[in-house]
């Protein structure tokens, strides 16, 4: 009886009074562990890159601190960023989609003229002084946003031209960014494309026939010369039984001992003679941040991290699962899919169980693109949790 008198009021005007306040007020449907995790694994990152830099940047007679301030503007902004798009309905953001995809791309053609910088022997940055910007890590967002919004409309219903269209958008800037060149990125926009198809609805026989696509293409880039020599070096080095110490095996060397001098408990993050604060592992406070990470804290201090990681995977997973519609799906899966393979990656290669690729840690590493990328990921997913009954 009582069920019955309050599904009547319910529906007094003719729509749920529930549907009417989430409309009016989505927020209350906010994910807050969702946001408690970003804020932890930025914490986190944050001081790890203080501990990473801080004794080279004394050796240097520089502000020790620097990269830590320089971090938390880049939280901040992407905090503002995450703000700003979990209260603007995501499926204006699907309307939007061709005009995103098609800047993402644009910016990565301008990165290839002479408006883009150099930097570690790849052509993908905008420098703007203080601060930089990496094309690749927005085109990223914008190419899950394209193929979400094309799959969303297949309704689960692939067919072979479907497939082909969602190859030719990952490709485009796939392409672009193999040109500059960035195998790591790459690798993230082939995941992305088989992560998309796989929710989208795709089968066995398309991911057969991009698969041996995939290993031609793969011949190809090797072939035509558009990764350095170094590049392939550090690629495979975790391949070679034996690597010279000396050259492209140096990295992966230094990373190994890093990691297991820090045992169960770590180092400490005051320890002043370590491979970390000796600088021995290059470039740890980006693509090497988990060296720093499992010397200083140990196994424990890594597992913690991989917690956080798997928490904030869930949230993303189980927002994907209660999307109203198929395109908050695949947003929602294809950022979780992106996440997993930088994770899975990053990881793996300072254990030297995958290749070297240059990709960052998500929320860890120093960097400011990465960081607002990451942060409007957040903004997005909570865009989707929130509207999920509207």
């Known amino acids: 009886m009582q069920g019955t008198f309050l599904d009547a009021v319910d529906r007094i005007g003719g729509e749920p009074v529930a549907a009417r306040m989430a409309r009016k007020a989505p927020i209350r449907h906010l994910d807050p562990m969702l946001l408690l995790v970003t804020l932890l694994l930025s914490i986190f990152g944050a001081v790890m890159v203080f501990t990473a830099t801080a004794t080279k940047q004394e050796t240097l007679g520089l502000d020790p601190s620097q990269y830590l301030k320089r971090q938390i503007a880049y939280a901040a902004a992407g905090a503002l960023i995450l703000l700003v798009v979990s209260f603007i309905d995501y499926r204006y953001v699907r309307a939007l989609a061709p005009f995103l995809y098609g800047s993402g791309v644009i910016a990565l053609l301008l990165v290839l003229t002479p408006l883009g910088d150099e930097a570690g022997g790849a052509q993908s940055w905008f420098n703007f002084g203080f601060f930089q910007v990496q094309p690749s890590e927005f085109a990223k967002v914008t190419t899950v946003v394209a193929v979400a919004a094309y799959l969303g409309e297949r309704k689960g219903e692939i067919r072979v031209r479907d497939v082909a269209v969602v190859v030719l958008l990952v490709g485009l800037p796939s392409a672009l960014i193999v040109i500059e060149p960035d195998f790591g990125s790459m690798l993230v926009f082939v995941a992305l494309l088989a992560g998309l198809l796989l929710l989208g609805g795709a089968k066995i ?76 592992v290059p470039e740890q406070h980006t693509d090497f941040i988990f060296t720093a990470i499992a010397e200083q804290l140990g196994f424990v201090g890594g597992a913690a991290l991989l917690g956080l990681f798997a928490l904030l995977l869930w949230r993303a997973l189980r927002i994907a699962t209660l999307s109203r519609d198929l395109f908050g799906t695949l947003v929602a899966g294809g950022i979780a899919t992106m996440w997993v393979f930088q994770l899975f990656i990053n990881v793996g290669m300072t254990m030297g169980i995958m290749p070297i690729t240059g990709l960052t840690l998500p929320f860890v590493s120093f960097g400011g693109s990465s960081m607002v990328v990451n942060f409007l990921s957040v903004g997005l997913l909570l865009n989707i949790h929130m509207r999920r009954y509207l």
């Open 205 to 280: 026989r398309h991911f057969v026939s991009l698969a041996i696509l995939g290993l031609i293409g793969i011949i190809i880039i090797l072939q035509a010369g558009f990764l350095q020599t170094y590049q392939i070096e550090r690629i495979t080095a975790f391949l070679d039984k034996d690597p010279d110490v000396q050259s492209e095996g140096w990295t992966l060397t230094q990373a190994k001992i890093a990691i297991a001098s820090g045992g169960l408990n770590g180092k400490g993050l005051s320890e002043e003679k370590t491979q970390t604060t000796l600088d021995f």
